[in-house]
């Protein structure tokens, strides 16, 4: 396992972070890993979420069904 010292932080930053870790029921380090964690290695459920959440503000309303029928009709696509 590597280590990891994290200099100059604010006393805000290591209020937080104390009080996270104490609402989590962790050490302010086992915190910090977990934050860390989170941050760079998200879960694959995680990513599947987010995917699904864009592709579903990414649909298109408009059924283009009866336009491409009648293209094909009309011979547009040969």
Do not use: C, W
Request: glycine letters at 6%; proline letters at 1%.
């Amino acid at each position: 396992m590597g280590q990891l010292n994290v200099r100059k932080l604010s006393r805000q930053v290591i209020d937080r972070l104390k009080q996270r870790a104490a609402a989590n029921g962790r050490s302010a380090e086992a915190e910090h890993r977990e934050i860390l964690r989170e941050a760079l290695l998200p879960a694959e459920g995680e990513f599947a979420e987010r995917a699904r959440a864009m592709r579903q503000r990414l649909a298109s309303s408009i059924d283009s069904t009866a336009t491409i029928r009648a293209d094909r009709e009309r011979g547009l696509y040969s």
